[in-house]
């Protein structure tokens, strides 16, 4: 872990804008309420007019910044289909660099996660529900409070120095699937590669070490996720006529699946590895306190928590079909499909960590069982490099926004569209932030948004736009206004 001390006090061009900030704040929630409500999914089973309503919202709070010198909804084919198929709408917002400043762009996502059982919910999903010092709802966090931490810092830079002294080029990319796979995105990024070239981009979808500690995300861990069937019989039999002596489908399954964890709990599989790093120190205490892990289990897996989960490899199973309780009579199965969700160490290729994982399936395949692997779904992990001028910049306004020092951090989870922005804008510094923090719960139940994080860094990101928008790009990178 690197961190870097506060700066001191805030110099009084920032002091005004950090006034601006307090003074948009409600403005700013009331805005993320007004969002939250359109229930933007991008999965086919819902609404898509949802999404068009919430593109729409966002071009409007994009243009009322005064910022802009285009904003437009787009919508690219999505990647490896028959051309005719669309992405859900991105809005695209521009405003080209002045006075050899540099360009930044801010990304975050405007559909949500389905909300799962309405049950789980303690106040209703799309209802935005204020509760000791968290806004409830789905994509209260993950990633409409990106969004908005984007629009609430532009409008605090417009209004502090005025719309026509912003020399910063600004590309605001917001995207319509990213909860559903990002489909559109490399497309998209083809399309408008040139529009959306940048020097620095901000990639708000990630969290921080605690709702107090703000941190840029420097690792990210991949997924390889698949369907596997095992199948041992042409049809299902009598399981008293026939048991104890032929294996049935789930038999094999659950031997097989056994293989794929150590006595501990760790990934045994050849071939996937684990990064070697440093962690911050975090407890089982914490661990238990964040997980809600029952009294008397113990955690899996060995070495430094945040180690296993920043740089380990994982296998879970997520789903499967097979009869449920119900409707089970004693029979032998034939055949059952499971889905395997895995994430793969930073620094490993999907595709590699995939192949060792068929690999090892096939390998120890109980009784000789058939396997068939499909829908393979792969997204890359991400290391950033930490030595850029603009992590350093980004770690400052972070310091300064929060009071507090900012650390380098890594997620146990995927952003796997970001190696697609580091492969299309290879020289740009890419910073990972976010507004989430342990107990946000994105994709579950009960979402959250902790409001003073929010506030805090819609005030690092205002921080953030104004310091770079005094700086001066030369070949080597930028130089201040004193010419270091
Ligand atoms: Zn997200």
Redesign the pocket.
């Known amino acids: 872990m690197t961190s870097t001390a506060p700066d001191g006090p805030v110099s009084d061009d920032d002091q005004r804008l950090l006034e601006a900030v307090a003074g948009g704040f409600p403005a700013a929630v009331d805005d993320l309420g007004r969002l939250v409500r359109i229930p933007g999914i991008a999965w086919p089973a819902f609404d898509q007019s949802a999404l068009v309503r919430s593109a729409e919202e966002i071009a409007e709070l994009a243009r009322d910044t005064g910022l802009f010198d285009t904003v437009d909804i787009e919508r690219a084919p999505v990647a490896d289909g028959d051309g005719d198929e669309l992405g859900q709408p991105a809005v695209l917002a521009v405003r080209r660099a002045k006075a050899g400043r540099p360009t930044i762009m801010l990304y975050a ?1 405007h559909d949500v996660q389905p909300p799962g059982d309405d049950e789980l919910w303690e106040t209703p999903p799309f209802e935005p529900t204020v509760r000791d010092g968290r806004i409830y709802a789905r994509g209260a966090a ?2 409409k409070a ?1 969004v908005m931490a984007h629009i609430a810092s532009l409008r605090a830079l417009a209004e502090t120095i005025g719309p026509d002294a912003v020399d910063l080029g600004i590309v605001l990319f917001v995207e319509g699937e ?2 559903y796979g990002s489909r559109s995105f490399a497309p998209f990024l083809e399309t408008h590669a040139e529009t959306m070239r940048s020097d620095v981009i901000v990639v708000a ?1 990630s969290g921080n070490l605690d709702s107090e500690t703000p941190a840029v995300t420097v690792s990210l861990r991949g997924n390889a996720k698949f369907h596997l069937t095992v199948r041992t019989l042409e049809h299902a039999s009598h399981s008293g006529m026939f048991g104890g002596a032929v294996p049935d489908a789930m038999m094999a399954a659950v031997r097989l699946l056994s293989t794929l964890w150590d006595e501990n709990g760790a990934v045994a599989v050849d071939g996937l590895v684990a990064r070697e790093a440093e962690t911050p120190p975090y407890d089982e205490e914490q661990l238990r306190d964040e997980t809600g892990l029952l009294e008397g289990v113990r955690p899996v897996g060995s070495g430094s928590i945040l180690g296993r989960i920043w740089n380990g490899p994982t296998v879970t199973v997520t789903g499967i079909d097979f009869t449920t309780v119900e409707a089970a009579s004693n029979t032998l199965a034939p055949e059952v499909t499971l889905v395997l969700s895995c994430r793969v160490a930073p620094g490993q290729s999907s595709a590699d960590a995939y192949a060792a994982i068929e690999r090892h399936l096939r390998a120890h395949a109980p009784f000789g069982a058939q396997l068939a692997f499909s829908e393979v779904d792969l997204g890359d992990s991400v290391l950033v490099d930490t030595d850029g001028w603009a992590i350093g910049e980004a770690r400052r306004a972070l310091s300064d926004g929060y009071g507090r020092e900012s650390v380098d951090y890594g997620v146990g989870g995927s ?1 796997p569209f970001i190696s697609d922005l580091a492969e299309r804008y290879p020289d740009a510094q890419i910073l990972v932030t976010g507004v989430e923090d342990p107990h946000s719960r ?1 994709h579950s139940p009960n979402e959250s948004l902790h409001i003073d994080t929010f506030r805090n860094a819609i005030r690092s990101e205002a921080l953030l736009l104004a310091r770079l928008n005094r700086r001066e790009m030369t070949s080597a990178g930028p130089i201040d206004d004193n010419g270091r």
């Open positions: 996502h993950d990633d990106g990213e909860e979808d952003i994105a």
